[in-house]
């Protein structure tokens, strides 16, 4: 006899009844749970889920090593330069040239590292400016200045140098090459006479240097901006002097020429000009040599005169008319030329 057939177990839809949705559960989940104790139990895992899962950004990211400081390269590119920092010794040097102290404001033009700035701070009282375009050599330059206990003192700015503008500055220090040097020339001329211009390894064209250095293999070159002596001076004060004094100047190099009332003239002797401070001599109508040491304060030269004879005695000029613009400024094309050359050929 056949045993009768067990019923198919068929899906609960195919009797024509909704099918429930399949639950996924622990395994430790009883499956014979009663369905309210089922929902309990599932609704207590989906929490815990959503627990860890919220949990996991948080220990990822303290699990996570922390960024490394920014370091820059040597030789690594920049605008208009690659960064290659000044040695320690040359930046002392530099600062000396300068005569800095407390009560002057450095501005480093392309600060880099910002470490000619905060020596300027540290070693020597005074305030100081970076100017760096580089953002990221910007925020270095501020962690070191708070490192070196000086971020009161020496500010950082990302900029353009020459768009920026650093006139309130008396001391001036820079790292560029000889191009830059050269469309720099003019914005520095405008600055106050006296402010002192230091740079590393490159001149300024045409624009001969006050004062020259070496340490080791970086040679240092120093200028002082010339006040504008250029033009026709009437002369005031002690007997015998020319009534006239007329100077002709490209950058702080005079030439000039004296006139006395008998149609008589005498070319200046040995005339210096550095900042404001100006000398010459001039050889007077009976033969004796005349030694005049003055300032420059716009259309007027005061200061003493005296002779080899023995005494000294004030005098004072006053420019006649406008002063004559300042000769050799603006870069020509040789001088551009030369500067390309002293780029081929490397730091002096």
Request: aromatic share 6%.
């Amino acid at each position: 006899m056949r045993r009768p057939r067990p019923p198919v177990a068929r899906p609960a839809h195919a009797a024509g009844r909704p099918a429930r949705p399949s639950l996924t559960v622990k395994k430790d989940i009883p499956v014979t749970m009663t369905l309210p104790a089922r929902r309990r139990a599932t609704a207590s895992l989906a929490c815990g889920l959503f627990a860890l899962a919220s949990f996991a950004p948080l220990a990822l990211a303290q699990s996570a090593p922390a960024a490394a400081p920014y370091e820059p390269m040597r030789g690594q590119a920049g605008k208009d330069v690659i960064w290659i920092p000044t040695p320690d010794g040359a930046v002392d040097r530099m600062l000396q040239m300068a005569e800095v102290k407390p009560n002057d404001r450095v501005v480093d033009l392309g600060s880099g590292d910002g470490k000619i700035a905060i020596a300027a701070a540290r070693n020597h009282g005074a305030t100081a400016r970076g100017l760096e375009y580089n953002p990221k050599m910007v925020d270095l330059s501020v962690r070191m200045a708070q490192q070196a206990g000086v971020s009161d003192k020496v500010k950082f700015q990302e900029a353009d140098i020459f768009v920026t503008d650093f006139s309130e500055a008396t001391v001036v220090t820079m790292y560029l090459l000889p191009q830059l040097n050269l469309r720099l020339r003019p914005q520095l001329f405008r600055m106050k006479p006296g402010t002192r211009v230091v740079s590393h390894s490159f001149r300024m064209g045409n624009w001969w240097p006050d004062e020259v250095s070496r340490v080791g293999s970086a040679e240092l070159f120093l200028w002082r901006i010339p006040a504008n002596a250029g033009g026709t001076w009437r002369m005031t004060g002690a007997s015998g002097l020319p009534h006239h004094v007329q100077f002709t100047q490209r950058f702080q190099q005079l030439e000039g020429q004296a006139a006395y009332d008998n149609q008589l003239t005498a070319g200046v002797v040995q005339p210096r000009l550095s900042g404001e401070s100006i000398s010459f001599g001039v050889r007077d109508a009976g033969g004796a040599m005349m030694q005049f040491q003055g300032r420059v304060a716009g259309n007027r030269i005061t200061g003493t005169m005296s002779r080899a004879t023995g005494g000294t005695v004030p005098f004072e000029a006053v420019r006649e008319g406008p002063a004559e613009p300042i000769q050799g400024i603006e870069a020509g094309e040789q001088e551009g030329l030369a500067a390309a050359r002293a780029l081929e050929a490397g730091p002096n």
